[in-house]
């Protein structure tokens, strides 16, 4: 069966593209791109593109936040070739969304 996904692909990587599981990412380039808002209005935005991947993924504040303690810089275009884990979570008020983690290292798996 063919869903709305299938006709409307989304550039823009979600939760349910994860399907359920925990991926293993190279970031390719962070850049700033205005997003148009639900209200019409755009803003500016960090975008992420990664390595082997169609998909992008707009980080929202939360997002970028951690992202920024995880690689010790929020200067975003030092961002690029770094290597970052994302997992489908979930927002305090039930959304999902997509947690960035560090990537485990092979002296500390629970890093």
Do not use: C, H
């Given at each position: ?17 994860l399907q359920g599981k925990a991926v293993r990412v190279q ?85």
């Open positions: 069966m063919r869903t709305i996904a299938d006709v409307y692909p989304s550039k823009w990587l979600n939760a349910a593209d970031i390719a380039v962070a850049t700033l791109e205005d997003i148009r808002q639900q209200d019409g209005t755009n803003q500016p935005k960090v975008v992420l593109s990664f390595e082997g991947k169609s998909k992008r993924l707009i980080l929202n504040k939360t997002q970028a936040l951690d992202l920024s303690r995880i690689l010790g810089t929020d200067v975003f275009q030092d961002w690029g070739d770094k290597t970052v884990v994302l997992s489908p979570a979930k927002t305090r008020n039930g959304y999902d969304t997509v947690a960035i983690q560090t990537v485990p290292s092979e002296d500390n798996p629970f890093a």
